[in-house]
């Protein structure tokens, strides 16, 4: 079962960028789909970004033209490049590995992203 550490959370003003990583202790070569979900408080957990296997990357529409999903499989890592960043984006960023078969669905400890001036 792969393990999964992001990093790269912090403080941030609007307008400012910042970029998660998501470290993974096994290979993600194999994994379907990696994603970055994200909660912020007193909300539900929301998809931000997933890229799948073959590279496609999909978006939620509050995020689109702003952020940008990567994956290195050789270094078994994802990362989320975010730019523009306004309050409302002020969440836990968590990144999460999925596969199909053999089943495999994990979720990494999250890091904070505050965006406050």
């Known amino acids: 079962q792969v393990r999964l550490v992001e990093s790269g959370g912090g403080l941030v003003q609007p307008g400012g960028s910042l970029k998660l990583s998501c470290t993974s202790s096994?290979?993600?070569?194999?994994?379907?789909?990696m994603g970055w979900y994200r909660q912020a408080p007193g909300q539900e957990r929301e998809l931000v970004a997933a890229i799948t296997a073959s590279g496609r990357s999909d978006y939620a529409d509050s995020v689109k033209g702003r952020f940008t999903i990567s994956r290195d499989n050789a270094r078994n890592m994802v990362y989320l490049q975010m730019s523009s960043l306004i309050p409302e984006d002020t969440a836990v960023y968590y990144c999460?590995?999925?596969?199909?078969?053999?089943?495999?669905?994990?979720w990494g400890q999250g890091t904070l992203v505050t965006v406050s001036s």
């Open positions: 999460n590995a999925n596969r199909y078969f053999p089943v495999v669905h994990v």
């Open positions: 096994g290979s993600i070569s194999s994994m379907n789909t």
